[in-house]
């Protein structure tokens, strides 16, 4: 008997070491493997380029960078992972309705918008309503071919609370189950 505590309390305490609480900049908190780091100021962008030769890193980083400047986004990046695969979270002050009626629709239009800036049409991989946050008002996962980046996937989960619309995407170039697996835990553990 004593051994199955033991080992069962080494379970619980190898599986809580495996993730990380975040703190977004967008008053929420959140869990993620422990490889993640947030990335929010473009001057780490300076230093992490400086000390990298690496043509596919410094585009990326370059990429990062000037979206940074663009617009109010975080950045999640795994250094252990794909140096194409990233997290970006933004926030809307928006207020639409999305429900299982509607959400081909939705996808449908935002594939539109897509192909309006990229000037590239790419198919929908996946549609659906979302069942987590659980606080949310409503959300949807959506997964395509990215529309600005050759051989990278989309995956994103978009929901509503307090009238503020949340875009959580994810850019894969492999392991991109489990990049939609570390999505889902994301938004599954958001506190507010």
């Not at 000037?66 to 997290?87: A, C, G, M």
């Not at 000037?119 to 409503?138: G, N």
Request: charged share 30%.
């Amino acid at each position: 008997m004593d051994f199955l505590i033991k080992l069962l309390i080494f379970i619980i305490f190898s599986l809580n070491s495996q993730a990380k609480e975040f703190k977004s900049k967008f008053n929420f908190t959140f869990e993620l493997p422990k490889d993640y780091e947030i990335i929010n100021n473009t001057n780490l962008y300076q230093i992490y380029n400086s000390s990298h030769k690496d043509p596919k890193i410094k585009q990326q980083i370059q990429i990062f960078s000037k979206r940074l400047k663009e617009q109010d986004v975080e950045i999640l990046f795994n250094f252990k992972s794909s140096l194409l695969n990233t997290i970006s979270i933004l926030v809307f002050n928006n207020s639409y309705q999305v429900n299982e009626k509607k959400v081909l629709k939705q996808c449908k239009k935002i594939l539109k918008i897509e192909k309006k800036f990229s000037k590239k049409k790419v198919d929908l991989i996946e549609c659906r309503m979302h069942k987590y946050p659980k606080f949310a008002d409503w959300s949807m996962y959506r997964e395509n071919q990215s529309s600005f980046f050759e051989s990278l996937l989309t995956q994103q989960i978009i929901f509503m609370f307090k009238k503020k619309e949340y875009v959580i995407t994810v850019g894969c170039a492999e392991k991109c189950n489990e990049t939609r697996n570390d999505l889902f835990k994301l938004v599954k553990s958001i506190k507010f």
